[in-house]
Nanobody, 115 residues
């Protein structure tokens, strides 16, 4: 059963924007730390941004000022607003839910930035 469902990926040109969404079907969503990670071809998966259950955010240096993570517990959704996209942002983006020792991953959504 798929518990994290991502959407919003696509192909854009440099400088454009995308918003990723991740709907969390896991019970007690509001208790989870949520995060976005990405993996480019030939690279390790890396953290992009996280938001704790009480709304504290953390963004990777490479995306600070361009990407913003947010969550809406009523909608059971976490968002990643991505502005000023660069070719180096091209990757598969994954949603992650964490609570204690439990981790859940989505199936990923492709983001391609190219002129």
């Amino acid at each position: 059963q798929v518990q994290l469902v991502e959407s919003g990926g696509g192909s854009v040109q440099p400088g454009e924007s995308l918003r990723l969404s991740c709907v969390n079907r896991i019970a007690f969503f509001s208790l989870f730390e949520m995060g976005w990670y990405r993996q480019a071809p030939g690279s390790e998966r890396e953290m992009v941004a996280t938001v704790t259950h009480d709304g504290i955010t953390n963004h990777a240096d490479s995306v600070k000022g361009r990407f913003t993570i947010s969550r809406n517990d009523d909608e059971r959704t976490v968002y990643l607003q991505m502005n000023s996209l660069k070719p180096e942002d091209t990757a598969v983006y994954y949603c992650k839910a964490t609570m204690g020792n439990s981790n859940y991953w989505g199936q990923g959504t492709q983001v391609t930035v190219s002129s």
